[in-house]
């Protein structure tokens, strides 16, 4: 009864739960931090992963914003037959959760990855106002931004540097780097990351 092409082609529930656990691992975050984020038990994430049930619509789209993904996403390894084009239009970034939301750093995503592995991520990144002490990031990759609106001390390494409208900044995202002082609020600048590419 189950023969296509010798094998069993992966149900619906369990296509949904490898791909968020696959997401959720590639972010390195554990169930705990997911479900939390959520608003959902730990217990159901965790059936949700094994492909024992189904999760509504409302709760898959609470945990492909966690994730920082589109739905669709969700759905990639299921039904593959997606168009290569992401048009977002204006005020449409999804927001999404970041180390420096704490700091008071708005993220809205512009793209969001459709293959299994995450080439890039670009944010439109928007801070308000100068209450709150600043992080340092580090991560894989090369980082790129522009600035749209405001000035702002934005430190790499050892350097700093001042960047106005207009003004960009590259660097290696394994450079420790963040804000180190916000001169005029409020700020927006795009930051893409490029990650590198496995080429084992």
Partial sequence: M??????????????VGAAIRELRL???LTIAQVSELAGISRGMLSKIETGSTMAG???????????GVAMSALFSKYDATASTAQHVKHGAGMEVVRRGTKSGHTYHLLAYGQGPVKLFEPFLITIEDDSQRYPTFQHPGTEFL?????????????????????????????????PENLVQCPIKFLSII?????TE
């Fill in 26 to 28: 590639r972010e390195g």
């Fill in 194 to 198: 490029v990650y590198p590419r496995n």
């Fill in 146 to 178: 522009y600035m749209l609106e405001g000035v702002i001390e934005y430190r790499c390494g050892q350097q700093t540097y001042v960047l106005e409208p207009g003004d960009s900044l590259s660097f290696d995202g394994e450079v420790p780097h963040g």
């Fill in 2 to 15: 189950e023969n296509f092409n010798e094998t069993r082609a992966p149900a619906l529930e369990e296509s």
């Fill in 57 to 67: 619509m409302d709760t898959l789209a609470r945990i492909a914003r966690t994730l």
